[in-house]
């Protein structure tokens, strides 16, 4: 029952973010958004940070344990499943590339948090040239041991050419 209420309230959060007025203005940067959303932000650019140094382990430290990663057209449902899969590839390619964030909004309640967020990454990576335009979304949890992240979803697609 208690990933139901989780689930609930974020998807009440995702409805908020679709409706005019409800959605917290695009920010470069975690300090510049409205107070109940920077703690849950910080969590997701230190997640960030440990991946660009190639630290997936720092980063997996941001995760909670029943965390959902939607991946590539794949879903992890643990984070020891993402940190068997997933994670120090994306520790790999993170280090590899340059990322720009473009835009941010977030959402937040007591306990549950959104942080949506677009960037465009370019660079090389496994002998390939990247530029892409990547979305998103986490959805972290207030615990004991702070925020945690416990949904990550990403897609990218390549920038427009208009």
Request: charged share 25%; net charge positive.
């Amino acid at each position: 029952m208690v990933g139901f209420a989780f689930r609930g309230a974020a998807v009440v959060m995702l409805l908020a973010l679709a409706y005019p007025g409800s959605a917290v203005p695009a920010a470069p940067a975690a300090e510049t958004l409205p107070e109940p959303v920077r703690a849950p932000a910080a969590v997701v650019d230190a997640f960030h940070a440990a991946l660009r140094k190639g630290d997936a382990e720092a980063a997996l430290a941001l995760v909670a344990d029943d965390a959902l990663v939607f991946e590539d057209g794949r879903v992890e449902r643990t984070k020891a499943e993402y940190a068997l899969h997933h994670a120090k590839a994306d520790a790999a390619f993170s280090k590899a590339v340059s990322t720009k964030r473009l835009k941010r909004t977030g959402q937040a309640t007591a306990d549950v948090a959104l942080i949506a967020t677009e960037t465009r990454t370019k660079g090389r990576f496994r002998n390939q040239d990247v530029d892409r335009i990547m979305v998103e979304t986490m959805v972290l949890r207030r615990g004991p041991a702070g925020w945690r992240i416990v949904h990550i979803h990403w897609s990218s697609a390549m920038p427009s050419t208009e």
